[in-house]
Structure formats: C-alpha cells, structure tokens
C-alpha cells in the first residue's frame, strides 16, 4: 500500500494523566465544553495554517475528547490543538473513529478519497468515514459502553456531513462494535500535522443515498475485498494510516464474516496498541 505518511509506535514522550495534563498542554479543557467548537482557538493567521481552505481551517476549532492511555477522558481541547505534532509527541492523544458501511445486497465496502481541501491526510482512500467525536455532553462517555454510544452518534452525525447520508439510513441501533485500535502516525512531509488517537471501530450494513460535501470528499468507491486489494497495488493510490492498520490486522476476516460470526468480535474491550 502505497503512502506518504509514517506510523510510529504508540510510545509518546510521556504517559498523560488528569493529574498532569493542564501543566504540559494549557489550551486543554480540563472539563466538557459547552459548545462543539472552541471559539478563538484557531487563527487565520497562524502560520500552521497558512495556505488552507476556509472551511477546513474553521472545522479546527471542533472540540476533541483528550484522553489518557486507558481511554479515558481528561479534557477536551480544539481539533488544531490535538492534531499539531509538537503535541502529540509529547503525548497528546484523543478519541476517533472509523466507521465501514457495507451495501446489504453486494457486501461491498464505501470508500471514500478524502479532499483535496483536508489540512491531515489530503487525497488519501480511507474507509467511509472516520472523524472524532466531540468532548461535549452526547458524545462523550467515561465509560466503554456511553463511549461506544457517543461514538455512534457521531458516527452518524459525520456521515450526514461528510456524505449527506440521512440519518434514518444510518440508525446507530444497527452500527457495531468492534474493538479499538491505538497508533501515532505524522500526516505527511512537513510535519506538522498528525494523528494519535484511540479509535473506535464501527460496521454497518445499509443502503444509502449520497450526497457527497465536495469541500471534504473528492471520490467515493464501493468495493469488494479483492477490488481492495488490487487498489493497494496501484502505487498511484495512497491510504490513511488508521485504513492501513486496520486492514493488515482483522478488515478482511471481519468482512467475511459480515453476515455470520461478526458477534465474536462485538464488545471487544481491548484497546489493540498499533
């Protein structure tokens, strides 16, 4: 699989907990927020953002849950802030997910090619939709089962956004749980970006109509296993970090097992360090 980025081992600079968090990251929030973004916390001006779309650059300031690396929350803090590697080499990690929505009739998998416009990861396949859900009340759970419950619903909040999906075709009854996965990866040559997330991996069968939010898609593509597979080959092609780790460890035996057997993994309450 063709990429441009690097995964590192989940080993940060230093274990963050509640007690130390506040005097390593100030611009953390040591509570929920009250609203979904962070007024104030991200300036046109910044020279991290110099160059970038509006619309991206104004979807920095979305209030991520800060964790520690139990998976629980500490705080909360801008999206800019969780995403600048300067942080997250000295451990700043947050809460993600990945959701895979699969057509009930061909089995196959909803790729999408994120924009051209997306400050992390631009142009890259990935899978459906993956995004984070927010550190406000809905979202956030102390606890694995409201963590999967907020985790859905954001699941399903993004998928309207990303990709117009109504959320009556997406019920978060129907999403399941399959386990977490831990990693650290830079998003591209410059540095300056990346991810270290916990993320949350989440399966669907259902139909869908799309409309898709060009300022955040470029291109989608159902797919097969073996369609995927021969995507990998293409040099071309490059994929996200968090698409290529969980496609190399349990995608593909989850996949054929989409219909009977997937409850051996359902409620999975171990967090899989990539």
Same mark, same amino acid.
Request: glycine content about 6%; some cysteine; proline content about 5%.
């Given at each position: 699989?063709?990429? +441009? +980025?690097t995964i590192t081992k989940?080993?940060?600079?230093?274990?963050?907990?509640?007690?130390?968090?506040?005097?390593?990251?100030?611009?953390?929030?040591?509570?929920?927020?009250?609203?979904?973004?962070?007024?104030?916390?991200?300036s046109t001006v910044d020279?991290?953002?110099?160059?970038?779309?509006?619309?991206?650059?104004? %979807?920095?300031?979305? /209030?991520?849950?800060?964790? #520690? /690396?139990?998976?629980?929350?500490?705080?909360?803090?801008? !999206?800019?802030? &969780?995403? %600048?590697?300067?942080?997250?080499?000295?451990?700043?990690?947050?809460?993600?997910?990945?959701?895979?929505?699969?057509?009930?009739?061909?089995?196959?998998?909803?790729?999408?090619?994120?924009?051209?416009? !997306?400050?992390?990861?631009?142009?890259?396949?990935?899978?459906? &939709? &993956?995004?984070?859900?927010?550190?406000?009340?809905?979202?956030?759970?102390? #606890?694995?089962?409201?963590?999967?419950?907020? +985790? !859905?619903?954001?699941?399903?909040?993004?998928?309207?956004?990303? %990709?117009?999906? !109504?959320?009556?075709? /997406?019920?978060?009854?129907?999403?399941?749980?399959?386990?977490?996965?831990?990693?650290?990866?830079?998003?591209?040559?410059?540095?300056?970006?990346?991810?270290?997330?916990?993320?949350?991996?989440?399966?669907?069968?259902?139909?869908?109509?799309?409309?898709?939010n060009e300022n955040e /898609?470029?291109?989608?593509?159902?797919?097969?296993?073996?369609?995927?597979?021969?995507?990998?080959?293409?040099?071309? %092609?490059?994929?996200?970090?968090?698409?290529?780790?969980? &496609?190399?460890?349990?995608?593909?035996?989850?996949?054929?097992?989409?219909?009977?057997?997937?409850?051996?993994?359902?409620?999975?309450?171990?967090?899989?360090?990539?």
């Amino acid at each position: 699989m063709s990429s +441009t +980025t690097t995964i590192t081992k989940t080993q940060p600079a230093r274990r963050i907990t509640a007690e130390n968090v506040l005097s390593i990251f100030p611009d953390v929030d040591p509570g929920l927020a009250s609203s979904h973004r962070a007024p104030g916390s991200v300036s046109t001006v910044d020279p991290s953002l110099a160059g970038h779309d509006a619309e991206q650059i104004r %979807l920095m300031e979305e /209030v991520c849950i800060v964790l #520690d /690396v139990d998976d629980k929350p500490i705080g909360s803090a801008s !999206k800019k802030t &969780c995403h %600048l590697m300067t942080n997250i080499e000295a451990g700043l990690l947050h809460r993600a997910f990945s959701i895979f929505l699969f057509n009930p009739t061909t089995r196959k998998l909803l790729l999408q090619r994120r924009a051209a416009e !997306k400050i992390t990861f631009p142009g890259m396949w990935t899978n459906t &939709c &993956c995004s984070h859900p927010l550190g406000v009340p809905g979202e956030t759970g102390a #606890d694995l089962g409201e963590s999967i419950a907020g +985790t !859905k619903r954001a699941a399903q909040r993004k998928l309207g956004h990303e %990709l117009g999906i !109504k959320k009556e075709q /997406v019920p978060v009854e129907d999403m399941r749980f399959l386990g977490r996965i831990h990693y650290l990866a830079n998003s591209g040559m410059d540095g300056i970006w990346g991810e270290h997330e916990i993320d949350y991996i989440l399966f669907i069968q259902a139909d869908v109509d799309l409309a898709v939010n060009e300022n955040e /898609v470029q291109d989608i593509r159902y797919v097969s296993p073996q369609d995927l597979k021969e995507m990998f080959k293409e040099e071309a %092609l490059t994929f996200t970090p968090w698409f290529k780790l969980i &496609c190399n460890s349990l995608l593909f035996e989850w996949w054929e097992h989409l219909d009977k057997g997937l409850e051996n993994w359902e409620g999975d309450t171990e967090i899989r360090r990539m």
